[in-house]
């Protein structure tokens, strides 16, 4: 499956993951407590919910990373709600989540039990640590200083090739119109099914 440009390809997994995750662990440690329960852009979850989420996903991407079966079971762990650590614990993992990635043999081969192609695999992981970073943002009040446009570029080709997949299994809304001429970043997140105008958190 050729998701990606010749310049994208010059780009590791674990490296675009880095990028992502300079992004993402600052937001997250700039959530407070009262903020928890807030809303996010991601109607069936919110703050504390969507931040337990994503500390499944850049620990279950490790895994994959190793080739190992992953385990998205019905419940997710509450990593916030085990203790006060919780936003370094997401530094942590997001670090091993990068590491695993950038690890020799990671991007090759298939992954997964649906035995997909590894890489697509990790640029799975590279779009929700992204999307999810401005979800959160938004929900909390923080700025967010837009992904790396590498990365971008790089999700622009995950969301085309996985859009119509990821809106029949409800992991995408449905598109949201971006403005004429809008940067890249912001096509993203309306391709995503998110509004990068009109959506305002109470965070």
């Not at 990028?19 to 809303?39: K, Q």
């Not at 919780?86 to 039990?113: H, I, N, Y």
């Not at 959160?136 to 009040?141: D, E, I, K, S, V």
Request: charged share 25%; hydrophobic share 45%.
């Amino acid at each position: 499956m050729d998701i990606q440009t010749d310049t994208q390809m010059a780009y590791g997994i674990g490296e675009l993951l880095g990028r992502a995750r300079e992004r993402a662990v600052p937001v997250v440690r700039g959530i407070g407590d009262g903020a928890l329960g807030a809303a996010t852009p991601c109607a069936e979850y919110d703050v504390k919910a969507l931040v337990n989420h994503v500390f499944q996903v850049v620990e279950q991407f490790q895994r994959l990373a190793a080739k190992e079966a992953s385990d998205f079971g019905a419940a997710t762990p509450d990593r916030v709600g085990a203790g006060p650590d919780w936003r370094e614990g997401f530094a942590v993992e997001a670090d091993r989540l990068v590491a695993a990635w950038s690890a020799p043999g990671a991007e090759e081969g298939t992954t997964g039990a649906m035995d997909m192609p590894a890489r697509l695999v990790g640029a799975m992981a590279l779009l929700d640590l992204t999307v999810h970073a401005w979800d959160l943002a938004r929900a909390t009040g923080q700025g967010y200083p837009g992904a790396d446009e590498v990365v971008v570029e790089v999700l622009l080709g995950v969301v085309a090739e996985l859009a119509p997949t990821a809106r029949r299994m409800g992991v995408f809304g449905e598109p949201v119109a971006a403005r004429e001429g809008a940067p890249a970043f912001e096509r993203l997140l309306a391709a995503t099914g998110r509004d990068p105008y009109g959506w305002k958190g109470n965070g």
